[in-house]
């Protein structure tokens, strides 16, 4: 069992940067791959970014590439995602979750743990 919760959301103007944390304990964060998700009013839950257990492997959603960095420190046992020049579709409540895989998983259906989600708002 993997217990996360995020940290970071907030109200932001468009350009403006936020970095979300994910704070993870249970069993062995090495043992994880760890994805950045986000879901807003009325859409599907999406994929923004991975990375895996060593962290020198990322993905990134075309939507968010050059703009969001996905990384992890895994001697705090904690993902980040630094967000910077963020835009009103941005708006979303963010989950970090983690999945039992080597790679850098990218359906969210590999997915085994999930955090409760941050609200994420950029004003125009």
């Known amino acids: 069992q993997v217990q996360l919760v995020e940290s970071g959301g907030g109200l932001v103007q468009a350009g403006g940067s936020l970095r979300l944390s994910c704070a993870a304990s249970?069993?062995?964060?090495?043992?994880?791959?760890m994805g950045w998700f986000r879901q807003a009013p009325g859409k599907e839950r999406d994929l923004v970014g991975v990375?895996?257990?060593?962290?020198?492997?990322?993905y990134a959603a075309s939507s968010v590439k050059g703009r969001f960095t996905i990384s992890r420190d895994n001697a705090k046992n904690t993902l980040y995602l630094q967000m910077n020049s963020l835009k009103p579709e941005d708006t979303a409540l963010y989950y970090c979750a983690a999945a039992r895989d080597l790679g850098v998983p990218t359906r969210i259906g590999a997915y085994d743990y999930w955090g409760q989600g941050i609200q994420v708002t950029v004003s125009s």
């Open positions: 990375v895996d257990w060593t962290g020198s492997n990322t």
């Open positions: 249970g069993r062995s964060f090495t043992r994880y791959a």
